[in-house]
Each structure stands twice: as structure tokens, then as C-alpha cells.
């Protein structure tokens, strides 16, 4: 096995353990047992465990970071158009990748300060770029005024919940058609529509 295949498989292995087992209760054997490596082939590419957690979580929020394109008021595309396609990119990341997605949602929250700040870090970025097409949104009258900073958290949360029930909790009858077409219409109905009361 060539070097670079074997350090995929690796990586390869270490997800399939963290998602089905946890972080803590997954040990460097598990991961070698499963990629059938020697343990110290583990070590000539990772120092540790944790090294090797920190590497596919960097790996996946840098891939789901690529999905997220700007709205561009220029494109033949409208930005209701663009917008589809980035939930659409983001869902399909997730979705084509439920390992990585898992650890993302059950075991790297609350791991360590280090993992803390790498999604802090990441949710921040996507919510500051949703709150900029927000105010670019609302300057031309495409969106209804809001606090863009809370609804650039509600889409954020919504979209993470519907990727915990689809990933985590399997549960039956979400779609990655009816999981798209569902942000899309609150997401576009809610910010859309008039404000219902004060």
C-alpha cells in the first residue's frame, strides 16, 4: 500500500470509529484494527488520536466552508437561485459524508478548548457570511428588515438540527429533497413576508 493510500485509509478508519464509537471510547487499536495497519505505521503519520481527530474535523469544515459561494447581484442566476445552491452544496456535503458530519455534531463539541475554538471559528465565519447577504439583501429590498446576526442564527440552526435528525437520529421521511426544499421555503417565507406582530 502506497504511502498516500495509506494514510487515506487511515483517516478512513479513524472516521469510522470516532462516528460509530465516540472519541474517548476509541482507541489508536481500533483504528488500526480497522484500517489493518501495524500500530506503528499509525504513528509514522500521527502523533496521537488526537492529532488524527483534529485533522478530519479541519478537513470537513474546510470542505463544507468551500460549498458556501457569495451572492453575487451580477450573476444570471437570481439569489434566490444562489442561495438554493449553497444550501444545496451543504447539504449534499453532509449527507455524502455522514461520518465526518457525525463527529462534527456529537463528538467534537465540549471535547477540548482547542476543538471548541476551531467550530467557534467556523460557525462565526458562516454566520457573518449569511448576515452579509442578509444586509446586501435588505439594502435592496429582496429581504425584509431583520437583525441579521439572529437570523443568520436561526437558518444556521435549523440547518444543523435537520442534518442531526437526518445523520444521528436517521430519521425516516427527511429527504434530501424535502430537508432543501424546507430551508429554502422558511428561510425565503420568513425573511420574505411581513413581520407578524411586534
Not at 30 to 44: N, P, Q, S
Not at 154 to 163: D, P
Request: charged fraction near 25%.
Amino acid at each position: 500500500m502506497k504511502a498516500a493510500r495509506r494514510r487515506e485509509a487511515l483517516l478512513g478508519a479513524a472516521t469510522e470509529r470516532f462516528a460509530a464509537r465516540g472519541y474517548h471510547a476509541t482507541g489508536v487499536s481500533d483504528i488500526i484494527a480497522e484500517a489493518g495497519v501495524a500500530r506503528g505505521t499509525f504513528y509514522l503519520y500521527f502523533k496521537s488520536k488526537h492529532q488524527i481527530f483534529c485533522e478530519i474535523l479541519d478537513s470537513f469544515l474546510g470542505h463544507l466552508d468551500c460549498q458556501i459561494k457569495t451572492i453575487e447581484l451580477e450573476s444570471d442566476r437570481s439569489p434566490a437561485a444562489q442561495m438554493r445552491s449553497n444550501v444545496e452544496g451543504l447539504v449534499d456535503a453532509m449527507l455524502k459524508r455522514p461520518g465526518p458530519a457525525k463527529i462534527v455534531f456529537n463528538e467534537a463539541v465540549g471535547l477540548n478548548p482547542e476543538i471548541d475554538e476551531k467550530l467557534r471559528a467556523f460557525y462565526a465565519k458562516l454566520i457573518q457570511r449569511i448576515s452579509a447577504s442578509l444586509r446586501k439583501g435588505m439594502r435592496l429590498g429582496l429581504v425584509r428588515d431583520t437583525d441579521p446576526t439572529v437570523a443568520s442564527c436561526i437558518i444556521v440552526g435549523a440547518f444543523r438540527e435537520l442534518m442531526v435528525q437526518k445523520i444521528v437520529f436517521r430519521k425516516k421521511g427527511l429527504s434530501r429533497k424535502s430537508i432543501v426544499s424546507g430551508l429554502m421555503d422558511t428561510i425565503l417565507g420568513g425573511l420574505g413576508g411581513r413581520p407578524i406582530g411586534g
